[in-house]
């Protein structure tokens, strides 16, 4: 399957404990988003990278959030210090953009936490 | 401000159709799209418009007037598998996506 991928699928973590979860995008896509979804919400948008760099963060995105792309290719999302708050699921999504023109994002299946 | 608005929920029956309505305002426009999710499961795309006028595929249409900053999307011959959440979603200038809450679509016999 060369679908986007992302692992765990499921975390339950106690309050203050730090969390990383990882997203392998389709191999060929340039661009990597990481949303924040609640039941019965849209997805939030969290951060995002054209190929190994963060062009955008959420302004309501906390300094607990970090998230890397060191070569362009997997993510990881880290949550430090996590509150019960955090607890939701964290979709992964990438794209193929060329010339400024988004294409259709591809969503892996989410990893989703529980934060105790 | 950037906003999408649509139903929470709708109720339809099985073999009938059904049109999801969406409202955006965004700086910028670059497009819209659907998409659906099952509970418990990843969006998965359903349509792309940035032209106006109807695009028509299978059994699921998408209508985008982009001077009244309004879509819908038109389900035929419904099944009870339709049952999901659908999400609209319009591109800014910036090429980023504003998400609407989603309408979660109820499907009877």
């Known amino acids: 399957d060369t679908g986007v991928s992302q692992d765990p699928r499921h975390k339950i973590t106690k309050r203050g404990q730090n969390v990383t979860f990882r997203c392998d995008p389709i191999s060929e896509h340039n661009r990597l988003y990481w949303y924040r979804q609640t039941l019965g919400q849209g997805p939030e948008f969290l951060t995002y990278?054209?190929?190994?760099?963060?062009?955008?963060k959420s302004r309501l995105l906390s300094d607990r959030f970090s998230a890397e792309r060191p070569k362009g290719s997997f993510s990881t999302l880290e949550i430090q210090r996590t509150e019960q708050g955090d607890s939701a699921m964290y979709l992964c999504?990438?794209?193929?953009?060329?010339?400024?023109?988004?294409?259709?994002?591809?969503f892996g299946e989410g990893s989703r936490l529980t934060v105790l | 401000g950037q906003n999408i608005d649509q139903p929470t929920e709708m109720t339809a029956t099985e073999g009938a159709i059904v049109q999801i309505n969406c409202t955006y305002q965004t700086s910028g426009f670059n497009g819209l799209f659907w998409y659906q999710q099952h509970a418990g499961e990843a969006p998965t795309f359903l349509s792309y418009?940035?032209l106006d006028g109807l695009e028509e595929k299978g059994r699921f249409s998408s209508f985008l007037s982009r001077s009244k900053g309004y879509s819908y999307l038109l389900l035929k011959e419904l099944h009870i598998k339709d049952s999901a959440s659908y999400l609209c979603?319009?591109?800014?200038?910036?090429?980023?996506?504003?998400w609407g809450a989603g309408t979660k679509l109820i499907i009877k016999p």
């Open positions: 979603a319009a591109t800014d200038s910036n090429y980023q996506l504003i």
């Open positions: 418009n940035v």
């Open positions: 999504a990438s794209s193929l953009t060329t010339s400024g023109s988004d294409g259709e994002l591809f």
């Open positions: 990278f054209q190929n190994e760099a963060q062009l955008e």
